[in-house]
């Protein structure tokens, strides 16, 4: 089949021509732009006759025409993390009247890739698209191609930054179907530490978010990220995460999503050099017809990395998880420690989770378990709690609390921990007693 | 208190309990013994409400009326309690909050208002001193790492902060060394009163030497085929189950 010819009313053929430019961006990038497009167009949507999208349907999504989301004005006031650093962005474009980014603390640099990919001898010229594979990630190419915009963080080594970085995304729909291609770039420099949030939030509308998040580690560096997601059901987020560690880095990751219709996130790890560390969790929280795929791609090239992987989720209506959890570990990558868990908790009859633990081990001494779950409430818990006095929805909504709480609890930004919790409390029939138990 | 009347219980279509006559009154304490499978855990449980037991014949009364249109927690509130055979692990659920729950859920059916944090803890702290319960179990979540002799002095903890009118202890001495024993003896006869009647389910009578019943009763195959004073216990301590025949009316022919 001759992909380049698209048939016109299709997906492909709303968005293939498209390239971005930003103003005196890099030749490196221009090249990048062009080599994504082809990759994009070259691959079309992927189907599920593809296994990394086995479980995955775009049908719908291949049949609807998409245009560029147009500039839109947000309304944010509930959003926000107090005594964070904050960029906004309204439909892929910066907000500056709702962005709060000039005292920032030395050391930091939080200011939109657009002026930043200006400055040849900056971190975002150079490295931007570094750690993306075009051919795996066709959302991700398309992105490359088409982006205007995003957020650069840029700690200096040593740059100690105590108060959260807030990453505001917010998609407005218009009626029509539209698409935005937000890109985040996250340098920390040797020793350096931050706090990042990036939060993905929607209103009204068909849209589609296809955000490219690039996490860059040098040697030393500890980052903390929370990835939250909570787009409204008319949405659909394809997002790429991909990050890079160098020597003794840290990365303590978690994915929350909670909202869009269809979610997918991959999630490409590299653990590049000796003694770096990856923690990457993920809770998941659906219902009625949501779709949450997330497909982790965590590579151990070096000896002694370890990276841990808990993913929870739980189920409620006719929703769906898919996990696809791999681990590669190269042949150099002696002693690695490798810890892959996905948990899955179903509330109703019609849910539905693939999980699928992937490991590839080339290198013989090595630790790496994984283990993947998918069951109802015990029903012997529920009842002992009942025997003791609590009807049958708080003895529920407890332990489904308590099966979240692990996650929960480890969110690392308070404002996102209530965030998280409040969901949890809309959920649950005695969300609110529930809550009080932690 | 509690009457049965020629109960009969099916669990997955198999009779379990064949037809039991017992009945309890205020503040009596009722030892039953039997061999494993007779059916001990399966009457525990029945009066607990849990619901995969199938009541085909007889009736259970409590205080005069239909126990069995109770949910178990209703039952909970209406005073029945169970220290369960096999404590379940309640992961991420601190035993504080859970045990705080379940004490304000009974106090709102009877009309009373809710403790209030600080009386709780002051509450729960006399309670775990009687029952020597380790003040960090009181944070953990219940019974998660706890070892099988804390998680039956948990149970005891649990019905001394509930205060119930007829508590089930299945086997709550099984795996105890004595000194954990006299403990756990020692929380139920602090409980004993006038009002307040216990149904002890037990393998050893080394338990009836500390809390000594007013009835003994033998369940072989789902049903009494044998009810006496603490002696019968003394007997079957010597004797085994054998000699006792599956009927009652078999026992004297
Ligand atoms: N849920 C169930 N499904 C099927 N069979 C059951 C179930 N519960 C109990 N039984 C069966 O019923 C019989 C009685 O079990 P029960 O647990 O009441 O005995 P018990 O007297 O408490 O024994 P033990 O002394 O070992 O605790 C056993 O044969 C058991 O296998
Ligand atoms: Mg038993």
Known sequence: ?438 | MLQLKNLHVSVDGTEILKGIDLEIGPGEVHAIMGPNGSGKSTLASVLAGREEYEITAGEILYDGADLTELDAETRAREGIFLAFQYPVEIPGVSNTYFLRSALNAIRAHRGEDPLDAIDFLELVKDKAKLVRLDEKLLKRPVNEGFSGGEKKRNEIFHMAVLEPRLAILDETDSGLDIDALKIVADGVNALRDTQRSFVVITHYQRLLNYIVPDFVHVLKDGRIVRSGDRELALALEDQGYEWLETAPVAAGA
């Not at chain 1, 082809?38 to 995955?56: D, M």
């Not at chain 1, 939109?112 to 931007?128: K, V």
């Not at chain 1, 985040?184 to 706090?195: M, P």
């Open chain 1, 1 to 438: 089949m001759d992909r380049t010819a698209a048939p016109a009313g299709s997906f492909v053929a709303s968005v293939a021509e498209i390239i971005g430019r930003i103003e005196g961006e890099p030749d490196r990038l221009v090249d990048l732009r062009l080599e994504a497009s082809r990759a994009f167009t070259a691959a079309g949507l992927p189907t599920t006759r593809q296994e990394a999208w086995r479980f995955t349907s775009l049908r719908a999504l291949a049949e609807t025409p998409h245009r560029p989301a147009a500039p839109a004005d947000a309304e944010i006031a509930d959003l926000t993390i107090p005594g964070s650093h904050r960029l906004v962005f309204v439909n892929g474009r910066l907000s500056p009247g709702l962005s709060a980014a000039e005292d920032l603390p030395r050391g930091l640099t939080l200011r939109p890739l657009a002026g930043a990919l200006a400055e040849a001898a900056g971190p975002a010229a150079s490295t931007i698209g570094g750690a993306v594979d075009l051919a795996r990630h066709p959302f991700a190419a398309l992105n490359t191609a088409a982006f205007a915009d995003g957020a650069l963080i840029h700690l200096e080594p040593g740059a100690i930054v105590e108060a959260p970085i807030h990453l505001l995304f917010v998609t407005v729909g218009d009626g029509e179907p539209t698409w935005s291609a937000p890109r985040t770039l996250v340098a920390a420099g040797a020793g350096s530490q931050a706090t990042v949030v990036e939060h993905y939030v929607g209103a009204g509308g068909e849209s589609l978010t296809l955000p490219v998040t690039e996490l860059r580690l040098a040697a030393g560096a500890i980052l903390h990220h929370v990835r939250l997601q909570e787009e409204p059901r008319s949405a659909r987020h394809i997002a790429l995460q991909a990050s890079r560690q160098a020597r003794d880095s840290r990365l303590d990751s978690v994915a929350l999503n909670i909202g869009a219709g269809l979610m997918r996130t991959d999630i490409d790890a590299v653990l590049a050099e000796p003694g770096a560390h990856a923690a990457l969790d993920g809770l998941y929280l659906v219902e009625d017809e949501q779709h949450t795929d997330t497909h982790l791609d965590v590579r151990h090239a070096a000896p002694h990395c370890t990276s841990h992987e808990l993913y929870k989720g739980i189920l409620d209506g006719r929703s769906r998880a898919v996990f696809n959890g791999r681990i590669v570990v190269d042949p150099a990558a002696q002693k690695t420690d490798a810890i892959q868990s996905n948990r899955n908790l179903l509330l109703s009859a019609g849910a539905l989770v693939n999980s699928n633990p992937q490991l590839e081990i080339f290198a013989d001494d090595v630790r790496c378990t994984h283990g993947s779950t998918v069951g109802r409430l015990d029903e012997e818990a529920v009842f002992y709690l009942r025997s003791r006095g609590l009807d049958r929805a708080t003895a529920e909504s407890l332990l489904t609390y308590a099966f979240a709480a692990e996650i929960v609890g480890a969110i690392p930004v308070g404002a996102v921990r209530e965030r998280i919790e409040r969901h949890l409390v809309a959920r649950l029939p005695q969300g609110e007693l529930a809550r009080e138990a932690f």
